[in-house]
């Protein structure tokens, strides 16, 4: 039995970008505006005193991950996923080095594992801390292992493509794309063919991760924590097949079986109007009608799609609480554009 609660916080940082551009791209807030923002994320997390940190959305790496750990006295890990072409940190886009990032208190012993402490679960190029040559998305799930108080753990932190999911919404908007002559019926076949490729591509991101867990697990055979922003919900077929073959544990669902838990939330969030807009960044060039749809989606579907899971190892018993953070502003800002989830243990399983 532990003499204290662990806390694991799980967020998607939020980097501001449009992904328009080839020198740099679009930013949505000014460096003042952002700076405070991470001010505000640092401060947030200090006060939570979490055992363990998921990021994603770190931008720019390795500088994001250093500075936050400095301030909050943690260990630190970080893989970036997408930065287009670089050697040695220098390249285009000139503001985008993003990744996901893992933190825990000193003394945990927080290092990469060795056999697999990476793997891409989608996207082609190639992409290191020192050099990338990329042209469109990458995505990956990293790996570190932890020790507390004798129990050792791993942790697994990912962020998935985000395609449309079912919804109303888009599909009504499609529909009145045709009748107002705004798109060809070729065109809205062409649409609709790339929603699915991009429905397709989370779902293979979902079984590519399935099977890195298996695998990894196989190898080193310990309890683990996975989080992240999956960018769909665990109604996905997809998502219901991880959850089922892992045996996964869904803290915030168990402790809280009667909440919506969106952590994507267009209402109350106005940072989610920002990616919700029809336009990039510069509030003048319209975005091409996939984007549109998707922009219509973020501004007017709340979801559920950042997670904290449990692996089998553990049980319900052993968790005291589950619940969403930063889902109000602090001094009238929102750090981020997504809400953080945070689990409280009670307990964690026999080494």
């Given at each position: 039995?532990?003499?204290?609660?662990?806390?694991?916080?799980?967020?998607?940082?939020?980097?501001?970008?449009?992904?328009?551009?080839?020198?740099?791209?679009?930013?949505?807030?000014?460096?003042q505006r952002r700076n405070t923002r991470f001010q505000l994320l640092a401060e947030g997390l200090k006060d939570l005193n979490a055992d363990i940190i998921g990021i994603q959305e770190a931008n720019k790496l390795p500088q994001y991950a250093k500075h936050l750990a400095q301030i909050l006295a943690y260990d630190t890990l970080w893989k970036i996923e997408n930065s287009g072409v670089r050697i040695l940190g220098y390249g285009f886009p000139l503001n985008f080095i993003a990744g996901n990032v893992i933190l825990a208190?000193?003394?945990?012993?927080?290092?990469?594992?060795?056999?697999?402490?990476?793997?891409?679960?989608?996207?082609?190029?190639?992409?290191?801390?020192?050099?990338?040559?990329?042209?469109?998305?990458?995505?990956?799930v990293m790996a570190a292992k932890i020790?507390?108080?004798?129990?050792?753990?791993?942790?697994?932190?990912?962020?998935?493509?985000?395609?449309?999911?079912?919804?109303q919404n888009w599909k009504t908007e499609l529909e009145n794309m045709g009748q107002k002559n705004e798109i060809t019926p070729e065109g809205k076949q062409a649409l609709l063919d790339q929603i699915q490729q991009g429905q397709k591509r989370t779902a293979s991101e979902i079984q590519q991760l399935n099977q890195f867990i298996r695998n990894l697990s196989a190898k080193v055979n310990l309890p683990y924590i996975l989080m992240g922003d999956f960018n769909t919900t665990v109604e996905s077929e997809a998502m219901q097949k991880l959850i089922t073959d892992l045996k996964l544990l869904d803290p915030y669902r168990i402790k809280n079986p009667m909440k919506k838990g969106y952590t994507w939330d267009p209402v109350i969030n106005p940072n989610a109007g920002y990616d919700g807009s029809a336009f990039f960044a510069d509030a003048l060039t319209p975005k091409d009608s996939l984007r549109k749809l998707k922009a219509l989606f973020d501004r007017r579907t709340p979801r559920r799609v950042d997670f904290v899971f449990l692996s089998h190892h553990f049980t319900s018993d052993m968790i005291k609480e589950a619940k969403l953070i930063f889902s109000r502003p602090l001094n009238d800002l929102f750090v981020s554009d997504h809400f953080g989830v945070l689990v409280v243990l009670k307990d964690l399983p026999s080494p």
């Amino acid at each position: 039995m532990n003499a204290r609660e662990i806390k694991i916080a799980n967020i998607n940082s939020w980097f501001a970008l449009d992904y328009h551009g080839i020198v740099k791209f679009g930013e949505y807030e000014t460096k003042q505006r952002r700076n405070t923002r991470f001010q505000l994320l640092a401060e947030g997390l200090k006060d939570l005193n979490a055992d363990i940190i998921g990021i994603q959305e770190a931008n720019k790496l390795p500088q994001y991950a250093k500075h936050l750990a400095q301030i909050l006295a943690y260990d630190t890990l970080w893989k970036i996923e997408n930065s287009g072409v670089r050697i040695l940190g220098y390249g285009f886009p000139l503001n985008f080095i993003a990744g996901n990032v893992i933190l825990a208190r000193r003394g945990y012993g927080l290092k990469a594992i060795k056999t697999g402490r990476s793997a891409r679960l989608s996207g082609k190029g190639i992409q290191t801390d020192y050099f990338s040559v990329h042209f469109s998305e990458m995505r990956s799930v990293m790996a570190a292992k932890i020790n507390i108080d004798g129990h050792a753990l791993m942790v697994l932190n990912t962020q998935l493509h985000y395609s449309l999911l079912e919804d109303q919404n888009w599909k009504t908007e499609l529909e009145n794309m045709g009748q107002k002559n705004e798109i060809t019926p070729e065109g809205k076949q062409a649409l609709l063919d790339q929603i699915q490729q991009g429905q397709k591509r989370t779902a293979s991101e979902i079984q590519q991760l399935n099977q890195f867990i298996r695998n990894l697990s196989a190898k080193v055979n310990l309890p683990y924590i996975l989080m992240g922003d999956f960018n769909t919900t665990v109604e996905s077929e997809a998502m219901q097949k991880l959850i089922t073959d892992l045996k996964l544990l869904d803290p915030y669902r168990i402790k809280n079986p009667m909440k919506k838990g969106y952590t994507w939330d267009p209402v109350i969030n106005p940072n989610a109007g920002y990616d919700g807009s029809a336009f990039f960044a510069d509030a003048l060039t319209p975005k091409d009608s996939l984007r549109k749809l998707k922009a219509l989606f973020d501004r007017r579907t709340p979801r559920r799609v950042d997670f904290v899971f449990l692996s089998h190892h553990f049980t319900s018993d052993m968790i005291k609480e589950a619940k969403l953070i930063f889902s109000r502003p602090l001094n009238d800002l929102f750090v981020s554009d997504h809400f953080g989830v945070l689990v409280v243990l009670k307990d964690l399983p026999s080494p």
